[in-house]
């Protein structure tokens, strides 16, 4: 069992940053890939960026290649995600996400493939 909790969100204007975190429990956390999803109002959850659980494998939605950044800490439970450039349309709830692999390059980008989810935090951009 896992239990993720995120932190880091708020309000930022447009072009501004923000780097959410998420803790999770548990002693395996090192073998679980990371996931951070966002799903905005009357909308369906969106991937984000995937890690995979060897810190080197990511993966990333197009539309936030180049301005968001994936990493994690193994040692620390941790994993972040570095919000550059935001835009009004990034506004939506972000949640963290676990999974369990047996490779530590293997990446998920569907939600149907995590098992442990955080109880979200809140980003709104204002333009």
């Known amino acids: 069992q896992v239990q993720l909790v995120e932190s880091g969100g708020g309000l930022v204007q447009a072009g501004g940053s923000l780097r959410l975190s998420c803790a999770a429990s548990?002693?395996?956390?090192?073998?679980?890939?990371m996931g951070w999803f966002c799903q905005a109002p009357g909308k369906e959850r969106a991937f984000v960026a995937a890690?995979?659980?060897?810190?080197?494998?990511?993966f990333y939605a197009d539309s936030v290649k180049g301005r968001f950044t994936i990493s994690r800490d193994n040692a620390k439970n941790t994993v972040a995600l570095q919000m550059n450039i935001l835009k009004p349309e990034d506004t939506a709830v972000y949640y963290c996400?676990?999974?369990?692999?047996?490779?530590?390059?293997?990446?998920?980008?569907?939600?149907?493939?995590?098992?442990?989810w955080g109880q979200g935090t809140q980003v709104t951009v204002s333009s």
């Open positions: 996400a676990a999974t369990r692999t047996s490779s530590g390059a293997l990446v998920r980008s569907s939600p149907n493939g995590y098992d442990y």
């Open positions: 548990g002693r395996t956390f090192s073998t679980y890939a």
């Open positions: 890690i995979g659980w060897n810190g080197l494998s990511t």
